[in-house]
Nanobody, 115 residues
Framework: QVQLVESGGGLVQAGGSLRLSCAAS????????MGWHRQAPGKQRELVAR???????YYADSVKGRFTISRDTAENTVYLQMNSLKPEDTGVYYC?????????WGQGTQVTVSS
């Protein structure tokens, strides 16, 4: 099992930046995939970015070139650096971990981008 705690959300103007953090309760070296998803009001949750235990990354087309996912194995933390934010990036951002075939989720952190 793993517990995930997100932080770093907030209110920012369009064009601004935020960095989200996801702290895991165990070593992330053993976690197959960790990722960030988001859910806007009235919409389905969608994958934003993910990183594998080998360091491979994937980004949704809508965030390529603006968001960067990274991890610190010493701190057991995954980050999402979000630059050039747009109003359509608004939503609740959830950290996710795939471990031994099970999906684990954090409680989410709100990101609001004003125009």
């Amino acid at each position: 099992q793993v517990q995930l705690v997100e932080s770093g959300g907030g209110l920012v103007q369009a064009g601004g930046s935020l960095r989200l953090s996801c702290a895991a309760s165990r070593s992330i070296r053993s976690i197959n995939v960790m990722g960030w998803h988001r859910q806007a009001p009235g919409k389905q949750r969608e994958l934003v970015a993910r990183i594998t235990s080998g360091g491979s990354t994937y980004y949704a087309d809508s965030v390529k070139g603006r968001f960067t996912i990274s991890r610190d194995t010493a701190e057991n933390t995954v980050y999402l650096q979000m630059n050039s934010l747009k109003p359509e990036d608004t939503g609740v951002y959830y950290c996710n971990a795939l471990l031994s075939g099970f999906n684990y989720w954090g409680q989410g952190t709100q990101v609001t981008v004003s125009s």
